[in-house]
């Protein structure tokens, strides 16, 4: 699965509207600093090294990035209309952690997080078309978004820190402690962490669906489901055939 040239480019406009139209002052001219430095890689960057994960091709990154802010944005609406609390948050706090969420995998200043995986049987075999980059000192993905924040002098608030920190949820172990708090006095009094990671887990789930359903995964997504539909009579009025549109 792949994304044509138009397309990056159009996704990079995007996001470079949602910049301009969300931050403003020093705050948007660091940030912009940071894009700027990192557009060349950042607009080609996959967002995961394997196909049958997500977005693993050229301008997945980006793509991904949209998609969990819109999902962020949602979540954040209906947490508000279930009465949750969000009086800590506003429409900047959410798109700052869905923008930033994953910035680790772009790499360091120098080097890219995903390389082109040379093995081809492993490439094909395996589905895995990028490599991680042994040239890149280990961090966790949050932990290097946060280390690229600061180099570019960009500021981030403490509950800006629980949104990006927990996105990857209990995928990353150090988030064990914020997920299961173990006493009362421990638990999160900020919910940006869940809306961010439920945005991830959403977003990443849709990408997956779409690639599962382009005709290169190995697994026919649409048969499966069409055996499922005829198992269970409240899905049976379903049109499976139509499914791929709702991915499209």
């Not at 995986?117 to 492993?122: A, G, L, R, S």
């Not at 500021?155 to 997920?179: C, H, P, R, W």
Request: proline share 2%; glycine share 8%; hydrophobic share 40%.
């Amino acid at each position: 699965m792949k994304i044509t040239a138009e397309q990056i480019q159009d996704n990079w406009i995007g996001l470079v509207e949602i910049i301009n139209g969300t931050f403003s002052g020093e705050r948007l001219e660091k940030i912009e600093a940071l894009h700027d430095h990192f557009k060349d890689r950042m607009t080609l960057a996959p967002a995961s090294g394997t196909k049958w994960f997500h977005n693993a091709f050229p301008g997945g990154y980006v793509a991904h990035v949209l998609n969990v802010i819109k999902w962020s944005l949602e979540y954040y609406e209906m947490f508000k209309k279930m009465g949750m609390h969000v009086d800590d948050l506003d429409e900047e706090t959410v798109i700052f952690c869905a923008m930033f969420h994953d910035l680790g995998k772009i790499g360091d200043l120098n080097n890219d997080y995903y390389i082109t995986n040379t093995d081809e049987w492993k490439a094909k075999k395996f589905g895995r078309p990028y490599d991680h980059n042994p040239e890149l000192h280990w961090m966790t993905v949050t932990d290097r978004a946060f280390w690229l924040l600061q180099h570019f002098g960009i500021t981030v608030s403490q509950t800006e820190f629980f949104g990006i920190k927990m996105a990857d949820g209990l995928y990353e172990d150090g988030n064990k402690g914020y997920f299961f708090e173990g006493a009362e006095w421990k638990a999160i009094k900020t919910n940006i962490g869940f809306i961010i990671h439920y945005a991830d887990a959403s977003a990443t789930r849709f990408e997956k669906e779409q690639y599962m359903l382009s005709g290169e995964s190995k697994v026919d997504f649409p048969k499966i489901m069409k055996g499922v539909v005829k198992q269970d009579p409240v899905m049976n009025e379903l049109n499976v055939d139509k499914l791929g549109d709702l991915f499209k």
